[in-house]
């Protein structure tokens, strides 16, 4: 892009992707991107060299070009130690690596761009794929966040990956997805909704009727979600139910008739009737 020209249309379409990532900040590579797909190459080309993009970076990419033609060993070397400390940046954000982002992060070096611009480029060309390391890490622990506040099957695969992208560019941070979860939670709970906007996990607050449902249905807690019928039954409300009248709703189930505590229940029920005529 520091070239004066750009004579064919394969060299032009190695800029592609960075115009398509970079065009929303600069009007002037908008305009070059439409001119490219409109197939108006010398145009497209022109735009791109008065953008302020190509501009405020022509000092350095000319500095770069120099040395390329110049010392070409100098150049290599110092381009090689770039795309080295790229990939090490980006691979410790769990970005894998692949021959389509080593080839942003040469483009990158020649054109003098900052470390914040070849991330925007690598997002928005949709070639980071699916992110592991740091952020796969605030992913998995943003995920827990959202079971620990009802959430987290409201949220589709989609939805992650948008987030991992913008927690990768700086477009959002950890504090800002976690609010969104609140907010979600505190919609979907409204009892809890006090509890929930002051950073209290819906698992605290309902952990006494989750307890209360397995002890009496006689099944391990872990399996009483929130996509459990009777659980949100329980919690879904707009007023928090006492306990004793969760154990009531509880025992009203036919799940509990077939439990145990149900046949005890009766058999002393039975018994004490049966004592009381006279009967035993």
Known sequence: MASTSMDTTATISEQIQMITA?????????????????????EATALMLDSDFYKNNNQLARTRQTAKKAQPGVYEKDLNAYVLSSKKRLVAAGVKWTAGIETQAKNAYNNGMTDNALDDIIVK????????????????????????????SLFNDAYWDSKSKGLFAGDTTLEDIQSEIRLLSASAFPAYAANITSGVPLDASTSAIK???????????????????????????EKQIPIYEAQKIIKSTPEWEKTNNARDSIDSMSYTVLKNWGLI
């Open 22 to 42: 970079l065009k929303d900040s600069d009007p002037k590579l908008q305009k070059a991107y439409d001119a490219f797909i409109a197939g108006k190459f010398d």
């Open 125 to 152: 060309s949709t070639q980071t794929g699916k992110l592991g390391g740091a952020i796969g890490g605030d992913i998995y622990s943003l995920k827990a966040y959202a079971t620990s506040f009802g959430v987290n």
């Open 211 to 237: 307890q209360s449902v397995a002890t009496l249905l006689e099944i391990d807690p872990e399996s009483v979600t929130y996509d459990m019928p009777l659980f949100k039954r329980l919690i879904g409300g």
